[in-house]
């Protein structure tokens, strides 16, 4: 059962990531701005005032502007950093802050935050979603990992793909965490 199942993650990570790459640079800026738009329409963020966000990688939904915008406005903007198999969390300032990290994405420099009960919104990347809120990540189960610590139960998840990253169905393990709500382009 176990190989299985990952024989299928692994099958709709070439799947998506060949979709991905068809996308055209108009067709993702379109798409992005779209999903962006969309997910600041969300009431939930609306009203975030401490919010984990992603310094998207080239095939994610681009968030940089996003962030930069937020924390312009005086919004705690939190970005994830990777060490050995956790996900830590520190706070964006400046586009000045951020060193290339663990798997090329770009990390604020700083003291950790720790705070997390103070967080009132998480927004998620993924390689697929479904309308469950099932997500499928890059496989490293990072957000799995940050999202079952004990302060984060309360916190709102928001899913961020393109269209073509929303799928029929993800398959899914029992440590996996769904999203709260899926936005897409």
């Not at 996308?23 to 993702?28: T, Y």
Request: glycine content about 6%; charged content about 30%; proline content about 5%.
């Amino acid at each position: 059962m176990e190989l299985a199942l990952q024989q299928e993650k692994a099958a709709l990570r070439r799947r998506l990531r060949a979709a991905l790459k068809a996308m055209d640079a108009e067709e993702r800026r379109t798409e992005s701005e779209r999903a962006v738009e969309m997910l600041e329409a969300h009431p939930r963020f609306r009203s975030a005032q401490t919010l984990v966000l992603f310094h998207s990688l080239p095939d994610e939904v681009f968030t940089h502007t996003l962030v930069e915008k937020l924390a312009a406005e005086g919004r705690r903007v939190l970005l994830p950093v990777c060490q050995g198999d956790n996900m830590l969390l520190r706070r964006y300032d400046s586009r000045e802050d951020l060193r290339t990290g663990a798997f090329r994405i770009e990390e604020p420099q700083g003291e950790a935050f720790e705070d997390y009960g103070a967080i009132d919104l998480v927004v998620v990347p993924g390689v697929a979603f479904d309308k469950a809120g099932h997500r499928m990540g890059r496989g490293r189960g990072y957000y799995d990992r940050f999202f079952a610590h004990p302060d984060l139960q309360h916190v709102y998840k928001i899913g961020l793909c393109y269209p073509c990253q929303l799928v029929e169905s993800v398959p899914t393990e029992p440590h996996d965490r769904p999203v709260d709500c899926v936005v897409c382009g």
